[in-house]
């Protein structure tokens, strides 16, 4: 079936430096890729999403870049604080019996240590 | 706006019994709403997709018989989780989508089920 590639599992990094974490998708028909951070026990936060006709798309400190034809999308978070710590998830779209739906990366864990 | 809510965010249950868990958009119609389970230290996994009116469609490996889902109104979808057993314990999340921003998921914010 198709599936959605994150890594790393864990990433640690210090105060004000930058993270990148990296997925793969496997359904060259996939159009909308967003991503998630969510802290222990709460909801998943959309934190940006991108669509398939734009190849990079910022937000603050924050970037995501989709490279079609490598099937693959990058996470970017320039300038990290102790509160960027999370999980991030990615999602990739594909074509569900009715309707579209999301299929999720394993997700990374990341640590930003002041 | 895109608010989603979600009740109980907490339930603790006897094994054998049935917990029913309610999504709602408080501020846009949802066309479908989605209900995904997520254990410790995993990923969101898809259950199943619903729209208003008719029938889930259900993941692979998802019994349908045990996960009841309602979809009644384009506000509200339900949950039931029949004959609870301790390895349905866990994190079930919903979300929901408006025709107006597709593809975009507003999610609730969870509902922690424990089945003792």
Not at chain 1, 24 to 29: F, K
Not at chain 1, 53 to 64: F, T, W
Request: glycine letters at 6%; a negative charge.
């Amino acid at each position: 079936g198709e599936n959605v590639e994150q890594h790393p599992s864990t990433l640690s990094v210090q105060e004000g430096d930058s993270a990148v974490i990296k997925c793969t998708y496997s359904d060259s028909a996939s159009n909308y890729f967003p991503w998630y951070k969510q802290e222990l026990g709460k909801r998943p936060q959309l934190i940006i999403d991108i669509r398939s006709n734009v190849g990079e798309k910022k937000d603050q400190r924050i970037a995501v870049t989709l490279n079609k034809t490598a099937k693959h999308f990058s996470l970017h978070i320039t300038e990290t604080q102790p509160e960027d710590s999370a999980v991030y998830f990615c999602a990739a779209s594909i074509e569900g019996e009715n309707t579209d739906k999301l299929i999720f990366g394993t997700g990374t864990r990341l640590q930003v240590f002041p | 706006g895109a608010v989603v809510s979600q009740h109980p965010s907490r339930v603790i249950c006897k094994s054998g019994t049935s917990v029913k868990i309610e999504c709602r958009s408080l501020d846009f119609q949802a066309t479908t709403m989605f209900w995904y389970r997520q254990f410790p230290k995993q990923s969101l996994m898809l259950m199943a997709t619903s729209n208003e009116g008719s029938k889930a469609t259900y993941e692979q490996g998802v019994e349908k018989d045990k996960f009841l889902i309602n979809h009644a109104s384009l506000t509200l979808s339900t949950l039931t989780v029949t004959s609870a057993h301790p390895e349905d314990s866990s994190f079930y999340i919903c979300s929901a989508r408006s025709e107006e921003v597709y593809n975009e998921q507003f999610f609730g914010p969870g509902t922690r089920l424990t089945v003792l």
